[in-house]
């Protein structure tokens, strides 16, 4: 099966799937998902008349005598502060600064308005931001704290948001360490405090981690797994051609599907993208940290951008400030910065397939075209997550 290019790799990631299912949660739960319905006002907004203003409630011209009395008789009035219910009889609300009170009396200051206050004035009536039933969100919108707010003054306590993915990740590499400093020949686990959190910004949860040695019994143990009950395992090492690489055999003798075998892009071009037979998918990334990260890029963030509700990722555009060099049937995905005066994206040092320094320091990611770029050049651009 021929690789697909990078634009058409993540185009079947996000159709490899589908949104999951509708969940109920809390509001305080509820931020960063997609809600699944759309929400409506379970009440008027406000719903009932209040004071804009710190003053007081008044009934007819002035000037005006003050009482507890309710409601409210001409040439009365009563204290009320902002948000306050409106007592029965208001005519107005006069604010605290332009009140003159003189004994059981109030008048309006000289420096105030000859008309006011004005029949209404300061007085937010019922359903001025939103009548009973109104719609106020949309199905599908990302939901922010100021989202969560609105729904909680429109008298939600749960929403119905699209769940959350969960992610079982397994680990590979005899030569990975956990902490410290490796010896020669072993490097430190890069992956493990990684991934989660990563997966967490795209809208997952990581339900369960194992680390393996390159063993391929093992392996077809953790895939064959459901435990966690992941709709999505993703793996890091086993996607080479050596004697080490074990994920395409083990898959294949599972049964599944290749979706991705691979994707003419460089770092990363080993990624996979595979479904087993109960519908559970792999995503198979590179053991070196950026070709790994580029693999999570390309397909994994359109592939939970489809589980999580939302649309396809487009990628934006960005200008090149410098020759990039290109190579026939393959696309490069360069970590670049931002050069100031918007004269375009210039590539890091320290871009090499193991290599993180680079990505650290960067803006995005370029996708070199294989015709290469040249200074004032567009091409596409990956965003990245924790940006």
Same mark, same amino acid.
């Given at each position: ?170 680990? +590979? ?62 793996? +890091?090492?086993? +996607? ?107 590539? +890091? ?39």
């Amino acid at each position: 099966m021929r690789r697909p290019d990078w634009s058409s790799a993540r185009r079947l990631a996000f159709d490899a799937t589908a949104s999951l299912p509708a969940a109920e949660v809390a509001l305080a739960e509820a931020i960063g998902q997609r809600l699944a319905a759309p929400l409506v006002a379970l009440c008027a907004l406000p719903h009932y008349a209040s004071s804009a203003m710190d003053g007081w409630a008044v009934a007819g011209p002035p000037p005006w005598r003050i009482t507890d009395d309710l409601p409210l008789a001409p040439g009365l009035c009563r204290p009320i502060v902002t948000g306050a219910a409106i007592p029965t009889g208001t005519t107005a609300v006069l604010r605290s600064e332009h009140a003159a009170v003189l004994g059981d009396r109030l008048d309006v200051t000289g420096d105030a308005r000859p008309d006011e206050p004005r029949p209404g004035e300061h007085v937010r009536q019922p359903a001025t931001e939103a009548a009973l039933g109104e719609r106020l969100i949309d199905a599908g919108t990302l939901l922010t704290p100021a989202h969560l707010a609105l729904a909680a003054s429109a008298g939600h306590d749960t929403l119905s948001v699209v769940r959350r993915p969960r992610v079982a990740l397994v680990l +590979t590499g005899d030569e990975v360490v956990p902490s410290g400093i490796p010896p020669a020949g072993r490097v430190r686990d890069s992956f493990g405090p990684v991934l989660p959190a990563l997966l967490a910004s795209l809208g997952a949860i990581t339900a369960g981690v194992v680390h393996l040695r390159d063993d391929p019994a093992a392996l077809r143990a953790a895939l064959l797994d459901t435990a966690s009950g992941a709709e999505l395992l993703v793996s +890091t090492g086993g +996607t080479g051609d050596s004697s080490a690489d074990h994920l395409r055999a083990v898959l294949s003798e599972l049964g599944a599907v290749l979706l991705v075998d691979g994707v003419r892009m460089r770092p990363g071009g080993p990624s996979i993208l595979a479904r087993l037979p109960d519908g559970r998918l792999v995503l198979g990334l590179p053991g070196n940290p950026l070709a790994a990260m580029m693999g999570i890029l390309t397909l994994g963030v359109p592939l939970l951008a489809r589980m999580t509700g939302g649309p396809f990722p487009e990628a934006a555009t960005v200008t090149a400030a410098e020759p990039l060099p290109g190579r026939a049937d393959t696309s490069f995905l360069v970590p670049y910065r931002l050069t100031g005066a918007g004269a375009g994206a210039v590539a +890091t040092d320290h871009r090499g397939a193991a290599m993180m320094r680079g990505l650290a320091a960067a803006d995005g990611v370029l996708v070199c075209p294989p015709s290469g770029l040249e200074p004032g050049q567009a091409a596409a651009s990956i965003g990245l997550p924790w940006r």
